[in-house]
């Protein structure tokens, strides 16, 4: 597919830069649009502009809503006032909503002074409603049908407005106040009699989406359910638009990575990595180094506290990496299968009890295997005194307890207060528990060991 893709990209650059425009629109009108909008992400933004211009105005804004929001926005700006209102009117609303809400003001104005009203009036519809919202990513075109409809007429609504409409698979019945009664799918308009009443048939069991709806929520409504669209309502139960199968998924890829970005300790960005500048990742990355780094200076502090116990029983300093590496990585483990839970509404913050003892069951059986295998290690290999190695697997099991503990119940308690989650992920967990692991190992072996401090 990868090769495929390369040798159409070859084809259309040789006859851009040969002129031989007929040809490449030729082999464009037989491409699919996402292949295309691939390539253009590849190419630099003049080749790009150029190629885009010579495709055919029928696949043109097709192309343009697959397209990298950076390009978007080049290419948008590049175009005369006409052409990029004839992109605009084509796009469908929610897309078109997407890019101006990222674009200058001034753009945005002149953009808008020259769509079509009716293309005016869903995108500033659409700007209402809060950022990641259902109401911000829903679009207004779908078929909305009538009670006292028969199939005949509901299926010449569908001739009328289904060029339009971003699916006509699932039709929308409304009466005069637009209030959502109910749904028809289009198989059975195509298999009942043409004199038929929609009331009759419909079904009036309604789904629905709040325009207010956290856009996470919404997705994970979809996957409960299993549609491939849905309709957003508002307060009085009014249908205002619908969410889309296509939308979800780019919702989803929205959060997984921001979450994934969060739990490495990088602020998040909705740029893909070679379209970010360097001094722009390093702005995303720098705050939480930073202030790792800082917190990360009271593991330094715990060492000097205890220097005596070192200085007795040096070979207490080479375990530490491993018990503080160990207790981090356990603290992860347990993080992350939290954060994924709660993503997925697999987890509540009332099931924090739960949650908690069945991680401390698993903490304590990781913690005595580990425990167990390291003894046997420490007295065959490193070959070191039996009261040194009990110090340190008594220190393995507390703090992988600890850590797993912690990895429960600060991503659960970060969602209660309203933070995400993922931003108790590993590092900041791991610094915490490299802090305390410290803090077990040296108390247990100045009370074994008898050190004073």
């Known amino acids: ?39 253009l992400d590849d190419l630099e933004d003049e080749e ?49 909503t997407d890019l101006l809400e990222e674009m200058p003001a001034n753009v945005v104005k002149r953009i808008l002074a020259n769509a079509s009203p009716e293309t005016r009036a869903d995108i500033n519809h659409l700007l209402r409603y809060p950022e990641d919202s259902a109401g911000s990513i829903m679009t207004v075109e779908f078929v909305d049908l009538k009670e006292n409809m028969t199939v005949q007429d509901a299926i010449e609504r569908i001739r009328q407005v289904g060029l339009d409409s971003e699916t006509v698979n699932i039709c929308y019945v409304v009466d005069d106040q637009r209030v959502l009664v109910g749904t028809v799918a289009l198989r059975y308009l195509l298999i009942m009699k043409p004199d038929d009443i929609i009331g009759e048939f419909m079904n009036d069991n309604i789904i629905s989406i709040n325009t207010m ?41 929205e959060e997984a990575t921001e979450d994934i970005e969060k739990m490495a300790a990088i602020l998040p960005s909705d740029k893909p990595y070679f379209k970010t500048g360097v001094l722009e990742t390093y702005r995303s990355r720098m705050p939480w180094l930073l202030f790792l780094m800082i917190s990360a200076t009271f593991t330094g502090a715990i060492i000097t506290n ?44 009332h099931e924090l009890p739960q ?15 580990l ?9 065959v290999l490193d070959r070191i005194p039996v009261i040194i190695a009990a110090v340190i697997c008594m220190t393995l099991v507390l703090t ?14 970060a969602q209660k207060i309203g933070f995400d989650p993922a931003v108790m992920a590993s590092p900041l967990i791991t610094t915490i528990v490299d802090a305390v692991a410290l803090m077990i190992y040296f108390t247990i072996a100045t009370n074994l060991l008898h050190i004073t401090v």
């Open 1 to 39: 597919m990868e090769e495929e893709r390369k040798e159409q990209e070859r084809l259309l650059l040789d006859y851009l830069r040969n002129k031989e425009y007929t040809k490449l629109r030729q082999i464009a009108a037989e491409m699919q649009t996402a292949d295309i909008a691939a390539i």
């Open 48 to 96: 790009a502009l150029k190629i885009f211009r010579l495709l055919p105005k029928s696949m043109a804004a097709d192309v343009f809503a697959d397209l990298e929001l950076d390009d978007q926005q080049y290419i948008i700006q590049s175009l005369s006032d006409r052409e990029a209102s004839i992109i605009i009117d084509n796009l469908m609303a929610d897309d078109a």
């Open 213 to 253: 709806t956290d856009q996470e929520e919404a997705a994970r409504m979809f996957q409960h359910y299993d549609f491939t669209a849905m309709p957003v309502v508002d307060n009085e139960n009014r249908m205002v638009g619908i969410i889309t199968i296509d939308d979800v998924v780019d919702i989803m890829e």
């Open 306 to 349: 205890y220097e005596a116990a070192l200085a007795s029983y040096v070979v207490l300093t080479a375990y530490i990496p491993m018990l503080m590496d160990t207790s981090g990585n356990a603290g992860s483990q347990a993080s992350v299968s939290i954060i994924r839970g709660l993503s997925l509404g697999e987890i509540e913050f």
């Open 355 to 369: 949650a908690l003892w069945k991680e401390i069951r698993v903490a304590a059986m990781c913690g005595l295997t």
């Open 371 to 379: 425990a167990a295998a390291n003894f046997v290690k420490l007295l």
């Open 400 to 413: 992988v307890i600890f850590a797993k503990i912690m990895g429960c119940i600060l991503p659960m308690c």
